[in-house]
């Protein structure tokens, strides 16, 4: 057995409580095998100082989208996606997803996220930098049918089924997938129910944008007389393991729904405030049973892939919708960030356990905004940044060490963002 051992930090235990304790991880599980004080590993973390936290999970992201990064920015939901996104998203090439999926796995490691959902295009290549990068993720090919002939629906349906059943396990059992139908709106509904028992018989669950706006509502309640969720219920499309991005217009039956068939949500709440989409119920949600994870959705809409600034931003938000200072408590929002998203993502992540995965990440507490530490789940739900993740760890194995990334070369990944950014919109904006 080759173990990790993660020595002198103060770890945050599942019943939100911070012990001192050393964690032993074997490397060839992936899983922690004890806690408290620890054998010595064969290669050593030491965390003196620091808070060891389970890692986090990000259930909702589009992680390419790192290259459109502020390129389009102050405008609602749907002319941002028409006027801007998919007419640039036209011009991609797989080299420049590619290079954006590295840029974000980059990202999401520094803050301290271990584990995340992507929905893309081009699959195999963000299959590929995730491989590269370390990380966990559950992926999928995003389905869009609207504007497409028959056929050409038909064929994304069946890639994204394809590239569902090829990548589920790869990169050693860190990659799981799903299909990605993009919504309930942009789907045409007969070749859901076509697919969706092809989904089932696969075991590949459904995560798609539900209720995000008014306008993912209304047509749906005209055309079919019933609310989103209750309309993807009669589709076959609510099932357990199946998980959504937003429910920010969810009602209260859509939030009773939810919970009766353990359908999972990520809370996307910088996302929703820059579109204007709205705030969602987040505490209802927890009160019925909803098993709810924070997501940052793509660096386009957000515009960066902190999870920690996701957290700070759920919790409070949270609050603001409820009317109520207590709700969406920081022990919740910080659940919900690590044991919630994992949950969601059918990950056994997003806790420090015995038997559980060894994915964590280390905060340096000494900086002057983490002073004094008079309580140390305030600090991870109001204080702290993913700049404050020293070190990464994902299945036992040290991914960042120090800051930086050790999967990955991050001056390279850089420029080749940069280069392959700037041609994208160049031969976006001139055709060319």
């Known amino acids: 057995m080759s173990t990790l051992q993660v020595t002198d930090g103060a770890v945050l235990r599942p019943d939100m409580t911070v012990a001192e304790a050393d964690v032993l991880a074997d490397r060839e599980t992936g899983r922690i095998v004890e806690l408290g004080d620890t054998a010595a590993g064969d290669e050593v973390l030491d965390a003196s100082g620091c808070l060891v936290v389970p890692g986090l999970v990000n259930p909702h992201c589009h992680v390419a989208m790192t290259l459109l990064r502020g390129y389009a920015d102050d405008k609602p939901l749907g002319p941002w996606l028409e006027e801007d996104i998919w007419p640039v998203e036209a011009a991609l090439e797989p080299a420049d997803i590619a290079a954006g999926a590295r840029l974000g796995a980059v990202e999401l490691l520094r803050n301290g996220v271990t584990a995340f959902a992507d929905m893309y295009f081009e699959v195999p290549t963000v299959a590929a930098a995730i491989e590269a990068s370390g990380l966990r993720a559950r992926i999928g090919h995003g389905v869009v049918t609207v504007g497409k002939d028959e056929p050409d629906a038909r064929a994304d349906f069946e890639e994204g089924l394809a590239v569902a059943r090829e990548f589920d396990g790869a990169a050693e059992g860190r990659i799981e997938t799903a299909l990605m139908p993009h919504s309930l709106t942009t789907v045409d509904d007969e070749l859901l129910r076509e697919f969706v028992p092809r989904a089932r018989e696969a075991g590949v669950p459904l995560h798609y944008h539900a209720n995000e706006t008014p306008a993912e509502v209304e047509p749906i309640v005209a055309d079919h007389g019933v609310r989103p969720l209750e309309h993807a219920a009669d589709l076959g499309a609510l099932e357990p393991g199946d998980f959504i991005a937003h429910g920010v217009h969810v009602d209260r039956a859509e939030i009773e729904l939810l919970a009766e068939r353990d359908v999972g949500v990520a809370h996307c709440p910088a996302s929703n405030m820059k579109l204007a989409s709205g705030i969602a119920p987040v505490q209802e949600m927890l009160d019925a049973g909803v ?117 990955l070369d991050e001056a390279a990944v850089r420029a080749e963002a940069e280069r392959r950014a700037s041609a994208l919109i160049d031969r976006a904006e001139t055709g060319g």
Do not use: C, W
Not at 294 to 307: E, F, K, P, R, Y
Not at 379 to 395: I, K, W
């Open 291 to 407: 098993t709810v994870g924070i997501g940052t959705d793509g660096a386009a809409s957000n515009n960066d892939l902190d999870a920690f600034d996701e957290l700070r931003d759920a919790a409070m938000v949270g609050k603001l919708e409820a009317g109520d200072a207590a709700a969406v408590s920081a022990p919740d929002a910080v659940r919900a960030a690590t044991a919630g998203g994992a949950e969601v993502l059918g990950f056994d992540a997003g806790r420090i356990a015995v038997g559980a995965l060894a994915d964590l990440a280390v905060v340096d507490l000494a900086e002057p905004h983490l002073t004094p530490a008079h309580d140390p789940i305030s600090h991870l739900a109001y204080a702290v940044r993913g700049s404050d993740v020293r070190d990464t760890v994902v299945g036992g194995e040290i991914v960042v060490r120090d800051r930086t990334v050790r999967t």
